[in-house]
């Protein structure tokens, strides 16, 4: 299957800094990425769909102006993180559409970004 | 918004087989996934169903009604390893995905 990366795996961060968390698609081109976050025991929660080349499309509650996303190229997606405060701390995920067959389109996940702010 | 329901929590017995439902109310559906997640990890893709029908992918199987808004995912034969939470996700109108919340599985020797 299509391999998506992330980096960094874990980051640690005082508060009032900004974080950059990118997500690569390995083997595939990805006109679509999606980023997610997850908090304890909750499920994924979609912030933002980053189509390359136009800017991303954020859900309903998600600050734009906190949560900068670029979608320079087909296959790198950045999520940064301003002024980040200890709320933010959270699991972040992103994902890859790679067209399938039979319209499947399926999603494939960044192994996640675990956001600490101190 | 979506409304995606399934259990909380089951336990089972290594061997036996367990089902996971999960019911769905979303404007508009194009497709149904299940994926496997363990703890501090990424989900996996399990299954995608968009035709009515059962899926069967070795010990996975999965199966969807749309006229219902349902979907189970069957367990068959569990494993010690099969301990994780499985997420039901569903593809909107606007092929963007909903989870639900997840039902962790734990399987017991």
């Known amino acids: 299957g299509a391999v998506v990366s992330q980096h960094p795996s874990w980051v640690i961060c005082k508060s009032g800094t900004s974080v950059k968390i990118e997500c690569r698609s390995l083997?595939?081109?990805?006109?679509?990425m999606f980023w997610y976050r997850q908090f304890p025991k909750q499920s994924l929660m979609l912030m933002a769909t980053?189509?390359?080349?136009?800017?991303?499309?954020?859900e309903q509650g998600v600050e734009k102006d906190k949560f900068l996303i670029n979608h320079a190229s087909l296959t790198l997606s950045t999520l940064t993180v301003t002024s980040a405060h200890p709320e933010d701390s959270s699991f972040y995920i992103c994902?890859?559409?790679?067209?399938?067959?039979?319209?499947?389109?399926?999603?494939?996940f960044g192994p996640g970004t675990r956001l600490t702010v101190l | 918004g979506q409304n995606i329901d399934q259990p909380t929590e089951m336990t089972a017995t290594e061997g036996a087989i367990v089902q996971i439902n999960c019911t769905y109310q979303t404007s508009g559906f194009n497709g149904l996934f299940w994926y496997q997640q363990h703890a501090g990890e990424a989900p996996t893709f399990l299954s995608y169903?968009?035709?009515?029908g059962l899926e069967e992918k070795g010990r996975f199987s999965s199966f969807l009604s749309r006229s219902k808004g349902y979907s189970y995912l069957l367990l068959k034969e569990l494993q010690m390893k099969d301990s994780a939470s499985y997420l039901c996700?569903?593809?909107?109108?606007?092929?963007?995905?909903?989870f639900g919340a997840g039902t962790t599985v734990t399987v017991r020797a």
């Open positions: 169903n968009v035709l009515d």
């Open positions: 996700a569903v593809r909107d109108g606007d092929y963007k995905l909903s």
């Open positions: 994902s890859a559409q790679e067209p399938g067959l039979a319209g499947s389109d399926e999603q494939f």
């Open positions: 083997d595939f081109q990805a006109t679509t």
């Open positions: 980053s189509n390359e080349g136009s800017k991303a499309t954020y």
